[in-house]
């Protein structure tokens, strides 16, 4: 409860989320996934700027659980099943890759390749 008071905003958003999963369906679904990674990865990004010898760690797991979370859900009868679950895991790797030491052309990479998606899912 105290962290909660010691970020109103974070936990506004938190509440926010857990709003919009709660009333979604599977698409929606992915898409809020899609969205929060994006999000994440801008963080990301905005903490190399301002510490570019910092590992933005927390934003950086945040985007890689999602896109794993991503590949493990692909539903089994999706006719894209093996590319999604490639692409995904693909971008779960690379996220990886920057936990050790961020480079910021590739988070922004990883970052328009899931903003590409989410634009071609409307």
């Known amino acids: 409860m105290q962290m909660l008071s010691r970020n109103p905003a974070a936990a506004y958003r938190r509440v926010e989320l857990d709003a919009r999963i709660e009333a979604s369906d599977a698409a929606d679904l992915t898409r809020i996934c899609l969205e ?3 999000a994440a990865l801008g963080q990301a990004l905005l903490a190399l700027e301002r510490a570019p010898g910092d590992v933005p760690r927390d934003q950086l797991v945040r985007a890689q659980t999602i896109t794993l979370w991503l590949a ?10 093996e590319s999604l679950v490639t692409f995904y895991g693909g971008l779960a790797s690379q ?4 936990l050790l030491r961020a480079r910021a052309e590739e988070i922004a990479r990883v970052r ?3 903003k590409d998606l989410l634009s071609a899912a409307g």
């Open 112 to 114: 328009g390749d899931l």
């Open 95 to 98: 996220i990886a890759g920057n």
């Open 36 to 38: 929060e990674a994006v």
């Open 72 to 81: 493990r859900s692909v539903a089994p009868g999706h006719p894209l099943r």
